[in-house]
DNA sequence: GGTATACTTGATACAAAATATCAGTAAAGG
DNA sequence: CCTTTACTGATATTTTGTATCAAGTATACC
């Protein structure tokens, strides 16, 4: 079993829920996708495994994670939601809005930001997620040779 | 109208689209609800006012818009998305995990962490989202006390 | 101002995504 | 092992979003 889905499964229990068998696949199955999926796909993850596994319980298990802050629903493109985790602290993302690629990056000195906000409004922080919406060097490029 | 409004015209005729009566009455309606708002709410506000525009062409412009990094669209507790204003530069929002608020904050020192990005991927940004998720002041003191 | 053209619109039908229900099942605590 | 209560999963249903296509309208050109 996987550290990080052990972290969020005790998180689970820690708030009075239940540690199923369900739960374990669905988590599991979560943390492997490297944390970008749609509940679909998510759903066919999960039963390629434990195919006696429904749907409707995988929207379930998300549904929960959303409420504990361990996952967090964003429209990526188009179509379905896409769930992100939040439990490694944060994601930053580059959005191209015209090949809707998006970039990961790195970036530290943005906690020296969030520290002071936190303080301000005496929030208690346990992820965040920036977002950078603009056009990629490429999708640029095309737009001004137009 | 609205000086906001008409700024997201100019920049629909700018890059090639039509300025129409429909996409003016969207952008408007739009404007005025203050930039968080979901698709089939924001059909109803304008059909207030021009009855015989169609849900299909809100969805329409609504896409446009996401195109031209005028729009995002964000989960928001649960069910449709919700539409948020992304031409006035950023949007930074405190979420809380339990109670599902949102509070907006200004925060401009975000901008440095930015230009260091942005540089570093030949990105161009049009705008942002920072969304700081966990407790609000009131529901942290509520999980203490349990 | 009139006309041609291509873009835009809106009614309808359709597909996809998410939710409600409820009988059956399994986890936690004794 | 037994009881209680939360959880599950098949199904039906609602909600949300998309495809289609004839009719309408904005723009460019004359």
């Known amino acids: 079993m996987d550290r990080k889905a052990e972290k969020i499964l005790n998180r689970i229990v820690q708030n009075g829920y239940r540690r199923t068998n369900a739960r374990q696949a669905i988590v599991t199955a ?3 996708s490297a944390g970008h999926i749609t509940a679909d796909d998510l759903a ?3 039963r390629e495994k434990e195919p006696h596994i429904g749907r409707m319980t995988v929207y ?3 549904e929960l994670l ?4 361990v996952v967090r629903p964003i ?3 188009t179509g379905a939601a896409h769930y992100i985790l939040m439990d490694n602290g944060g994601h930053h993302h580059l959005i191209c809005n015209r090949c809707h690629n998006v970039m990961e990056f790195e970036e ?3 906690a020296m930001v969030m520290e002071k906000v936190a303080k ?3 929030f208690h922080i346990s992820s965040h997620l920036l977002e950078l919406h ?3 060097e490429e999708c640029n490029e095309i737009s001004s040779h137009q």
């Open 120 to 122: 301000q409004f005496n």
């Open 60 to 62: 379930r298990t998300l």
């Open 30 to 32: 979560l943390v492997n």
């Open 75 to 77: 429209f990526q493109g």
């Open 66 to 69: 959303c409420e504990l802050g």
């Open 134 to 136: 603009g056009l990629c």
């Open 44 to 46: 066919d993850n999960v």
């Open 108 to 110: 530290c000195s943005a």
